[in-house]
């Protein structure tokens, strides 16, 4: 479709919208929604749930793959990309509990952030939780010049990777993949790579492999770019008790992948959390990410602890609290993106300093203290473990700044 069709489309659509003549995309488009290109079917869609979350609906994006079945991921790309746009109006935005499994993380991080009351969490969600299932296969890729893309198949399928156009899995920014690279051979449940005498090989899991049975959340290296494999076996909705969630959780070896975001060297760690240096791709800012410690298997408190978290810091804005930027769950963990913070060592600095000059730069730095903390009261917040190594110290137009954060046990 040109473009000026496709602005057309948007331009008209956004109008009859305001006006009332249309309440979502299949109305406005008819017999032609099976017909548009994925670009024009995305921005529409985005639109719509711009329109619905401004006019203060919840969107759900389980409810919005289940209208567009065959456009899954193009749906995935609009909702994601709209809840980071609508940063203020996040709250609104429902992930989908099948993707982001285990559900009842999902359900207890939902209850807790405030994002929907339980009861009509349960009212959206009922519907697709009890269907059943069928058995599926998503390509992710994690990593490299194109992370972020996904394909789903329901359907069996013979999916090319390569940099050729002629690939449906296509990398044509990855210098190291072949041509014609690798192929995926599906027939849901079951997936099957089978590399195509590519220069630097198909790798599962780091092992150089000609063909390989996948299984889920195995790794597919192609060039630099790393594809996660998920598999949903099928099945019919059901609930799931905490024991069972952890016993699917599998500790991360290496530096955890959260989509958005590259994920850096480890900066600290506590309790419940490990906190890496991150940035986020899409505006080169340096962002630190939490997670659950990723050398062991969590419990229950730890789980609740770091969604407790979550939902106190979401709701926090002011200069002197860490802001929280970003939080969600990716393969059954949690994760909270924070500003990143150049912190320096205060101790040191003021022991540099004069005893009349000592005093009067730490009670600036406590009035500062202070003005975060009245925010937080005025949110009926209160931290409850105010200490040096929760106040992160750092230069700011050249002087000393303060910001607090771990409002863990608020």
Known sequence: MPAANSQQYCHTFTAALAAGRVSNVEEFLGDDVQKIDDTTFEQLLSIEIEHRVNNGEFISEAALSHRFPQRRSVVSDA????????????????????????ELILDMFYQSTNVISPDNYLKLSTDLETETLPPEVRLRIVKGPHAGRELCFSESASVLVGRGDDARLALPKDPRCSRLHCRFEIVPPQCTVVDLKSTNGTLVNGRRMERAKLKDSDTVQVGTSKIRIHIQQGREGSSQNLNAVLDTYHPMQDTPQIPGYEVMEQIGNGRFGVVYRGRQIRTGRDVAVKLLSSTAVPDQEEIQQFIHETSVSVKLRHPRIVETLDFGIHEGMPYLVLEYINTINIRTLLEQQSLRTRCLESARLMAMVLEGLACAHEMEIVHRDIKVSNLLFSHENNRISVKISDFGLA
């Open 79 to 102: 909702f994601s990309e709209s809840r980071t746009r609508m940063f203020e109006q996040r709250s609104q935005f429902i992930p989908d509990p099948k993707k982001t499994s285990p």
